[in-house]
């Protein structure tokens, strides 16, 4: 029945298909066969296969077993989720904190939860599809602000009428590996009756001196912001969490459908997850190393004339433009064992797909370049696609393109 609609998604060259990889989340990864350089994952830290993280996780399934049985209202809090708590409010500066069992339904309990108490939601149009999709839910009025574009962000905030306003950003925007202008969003927010939502996925473990997130990177104290992470990126286990004052944690203990309605999050990922955390602090060498090869990485891709967005971040886009365009690159770069699909709508607006890599500690110099490599050997095997690639007008085009988010 859906053989059709599958068949004009490869015409469009939007089909998406899964992958089966033989072996641990490492920098290097077994597909089909063949040992191939994995440059898609979020393991920035490479903690996902780190000895302390395995072992712990292990532990704590011998001690608590593997299922957490039901919902933590239900059948009780265990030790180990009530010590992560502590362990991310004193990492985040917050009074307090609550583990989901994935970040897309922290931002779900979340964002609903604080809708009950505002009239308008303001989104970044690049927010996280969860943050998008906790609006819906919440069937409050949604304000879609200009990629961040704070003076938009403030006239919208002007025509509010009574009531409080909700604003939501990524602090590491997922796709295009820059950041939210935190500083401005913070002010704005103080000053015109808004709370603001920042989702660090991307910035926990990675941005900031001690790696406590994009927060910390602006200097921002994080006492007085709500902020969202996940467990599953940087501290590579898996699991979602908020962090805030105590009384919003208290509430969504109360209110948050995604926590009060399904199964606590495994044991063993709790355990897994504090052990990264140990690891983030004692061994701050490890962020050193990412940042280093992320810099090799950007500054070899701005040699080749790559369009890389603003990031400022280890994710890494290369824009393309076209979904075909984009989908050949990728499968170039396959052929040089290097997996990094190709990012396409309705992830990214139209006109704007492109590859998007991600840098991890665990990458060594060699694998940056070879993979700068391949990208350069594109000119000699696939003249049409290189000039279409460093054209800067195409890549202007897609720029212009930017604010379309189909994923809205
Ligand atoms: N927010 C952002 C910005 C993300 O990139 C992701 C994961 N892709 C999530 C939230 C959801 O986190 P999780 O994978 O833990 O559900």
Same mark, same amino acid.
């Given at each position: 029945?859906?053989? $059709? ?6 015409r ?5 298909q ?12 077994e597909l089909?066969?063949?040992r191939?350089?994995?440059?898609? =994952?979020n393991?920035?830290?490479d903690?996902?296969?780190? $000895?302390?993280v !395995? ?10 077993g593997?299922?957490?049985?039901a =919902? /933590?209202?239900? =059948?009780?809090?265990?030790?180990v989720?009530c010590?992560?708590?502590?362990r ?13 069992? &994935? ?6 309990g979340?964002?609903q939860?604080?809708?009950e +108490? ?5 989104a ?7 943050l998008?999709?906790?609006?819906r839910?919440?069937?409050? &009025?949604l304000?879609?602000y200009?990629h961040?574009q704070?003076?938009?962000l403030?006239?919208?905030? %002007? ?15 997922s796709? +295009?590996?820059d950041?939210?202008?935190l500083?401005?969003?913070h ?11 920042v989702? +660090?996925?991307?910035?926990?473990g990675v ?29 590579? !286990?898996f699991g979602?969490?908020v962090t ?5 944690? %208290? ?6 459908r $995604?926590f ?8 063993s ?14 061994? $701050? %060498?490890? /962020? ?17 004339g ?5 990031? %400022? ?10 979904a ?6 990728s ?11 190709a990012?396409?709508?309705? &992830?990214?607006?139209?006109? /704007?797909? /492109?590859?998007r890599?991600s ?6 110099? !060699? ?20 000039e279409?690639l ?11 393109a ?7």
């Amino acid at each position: 029945m859906y053989r $059709p609609r599958l068949d004009l998604l490869a015409r469009r060259s939007l089909l998406r298909q899964l992958r089966t990889i033989h072996a641990a989340p490492g920098p290097e990864v077994e597909l089909d066969g063949r040992r191939i350089l994995m440059f898609a =994952s979020n393991n920035y830290l490479d903690l996902a296969t780190h $000895p302390k993280v !395995a072992e712990a996780a292990i532990n704590a399934i011998r001690r608590y077993g593997v299922g957490a049985t039901a =919902s /933590r209202l239900m =059948s009780g809090s265990l030790t180990v989720h009530c010590e992560l708590e502590e362990r991310l409010a004193a990492f985040k500066g917050t009074e307090a904190a609550l583990v989901f069992s &994935t970040g897309y339904q922290a931002n779900l309990g979340l964002v609903q939860t604080l809708a009950e +108490d505002v009239s308008t939601i303001y989104a970044d149009r690049l927010c996280h599809a969860s943050l998008i999709d906790a609006c819906r839910l919440s069937k409050r &009025t949604l304000r879609i602000y200009r990629h961040r574009q704070v003076s938009q962000l403030r006239r919208l905030l %002007e025509r509010k009428r009574q009531g409080a306003g909700l604003i939501l950003t990524d602090g590491v925007f997922s796709m +295009d590996g820059d950041l939210a202008p935190l500083p401005s969003l913070h002010h704005l927010a103080a000053s015109s009756n808004a709370y603001l939502v920042v989702d +660090d996925a991307h910035g926990t473990g990675v941005m900031g001196h001690e790696g406590r997130g994009t927060v910390e990177h602006f200097g921002l104290t994080g006492a007085a912001l709500i902020q969202m992470g996940t467990l599953s990126k940087a501290l590579g !286990a898996f699991g979602g969490f908020v962090t805030g004052p105590r009384d919003l944690i %208290e509430y969504l203990v109360n209110r948050a459908r $995604p926590f009060v309605y399904t199964t606590a999050l495994p044991p063993s990922m709790a355990a897994a997850a504090s052990a990264a955390l140990d690891l983030v602090e004692a061994e $701050p %060498e490890r /962020r050193a190393e990412l940042w280093r090869l992320r810099k090799r990485l950007y500054q070899g891709l701005k040699t080749l004339g790559c369009e890389t967005l603003d990031s %400022e971040s280890p994710i890494l886009p290369i824009l393309v433009g076209e979904a075909s365009d984009t989908l050949a690159l990728s499968e170039h770069l396959f052929a040089h064992e290097i997996y990094a699909p190709a990012i396409r709508p309705p &992830t990214v607006p139209p006109s /704007r797909s /492109r590859i998007r890599l991600s840098v991890t500690a665990g990458h060594t110099s !060699a694998q940056i370049d070879h993979l700068l490599e391949a990208v350069a050997a594109v000119r000699t095997t696939n003249g049409a696609l290189w000039e279409r690639l460093t054209d800067r007008t195409a890549a202007q085009r897609g720029v212009a393109a930017k604010d379309r988010s189909p994923s809205l």
